[in-house]
């Protein structure tokens, strides 16, 4: 009988073999990039604006920000991202909002949680363990929640938490006014779009204890809606908030479509 499983399997692997989850070039395993694909993914990596999280293309010396932090510096504390938003990073969250949500969402909170490793602490040590985040996806209006069933952002912080043993609080901020899509909007209009949109529910804002929150995002491009979460945060009083997002624009690179 297993043997016939495995025939069986192997041979549907003949007829649908696993494909790349970008190209759709044929892969030896599923659930993964081809050697092509996976070349063109670009990691953020050190060195870094320690606020934005922005790539720096070399070395600007210990604790040298970035021109766009100087110039408009954000409401959270730090910010991290996985990946720089080019085609590959868009395949891959279409992919989450659309499609394999559950195997997507894992792959891409594996490279979150590696990008964001300064923001999440370490469970080892118990001094830091103390410290450690809660998780607070980016919520969509309940109207738009409703249409898509689920949230991008709550599923890719349910499988951080899984993988970093964090805990998430996915009903902390609420989206009260329904916002339109922020695609094709400048960084004022974006920044107008989201003010006021969000709310922090007092009786889940009891339950952190002064704990810190990560934000959990799928793409910054302006940072324009995690800027007016924390806003909303530090309103209510939570002091330390940082953002940790899959992929962000970073102009001049791979930003030909947004
Ligand atoms: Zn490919």
Redesign the pocket.
């Known amino acids: 009988m297993e043997s016939f499983k495995r025939f069986g399997s192997s041979i549907l692997d003949l007829i649908y073999p696993p494909v ?6 044929v ?1 030896g395993a599923a659930d993964v ?2 050697a ?3 070349m063109k993914m670009r990691p953020i990596t050190h060195p870094l604006c320690p606020v934005l999280g922005l790539p720096f293309e070399y070395f600007l010396g210990k604790g040298a920000i970035s021109a766009e932090a100087i110039a408009n510096p954000p409401i959270f504390d730090r910010a991290r991202s996985a990946l720089v938003h080019n085609e590959v990073a868009r395949t891959l969250i279409s992919r989450l909002k659309f499609g394999d949500r559950e195997e997507m969402a894992t792959f891409c909170a594996r490279m979150m949680v590696f990008a964001g490793s300064e923001l999440f602490g370490d469970n080892a040590d118990p001094l830091v363990k103390k410290d450690r985040p809660v998780l607070v996806p980016v919520p969509l209006h309940p109207g738009r929640q409703w249409q898509r069933r689920y949230n991008q952002s709550t599923l890719l912080a349910r499988a951080i938490a899984r993988q970093a043993g964090l805990k998430i609080e996915p009903l902390l901020v609420r989206r009260v006014k329904p916002t339109r899509p922020q695609i094709g909007l400048s960084a004022r209009q974006r920044e107008k779009n989201v003010n006021g949109a969000f709310a922090v529910v007092p009786q889940l804002l009891e339950k952190l204890q002064g704990k810190r929150v990560v934000i959990v995002d799928d793409v910054i491009t302006t940072g324009s809606t995690v800027n007016a979460i924390s806003a909303e945060l530090k309103k209510n009083g939570v002091e330390r908030i940082d953002v940790i997002s899959f992929s962000r624009v970073v102009i001049g690179i791979d930003d030909e479509e947004i």
């Open positions: 790349c989850m970008h190209c759709s070039g892969t990039l081809c092509k694909c996976w």
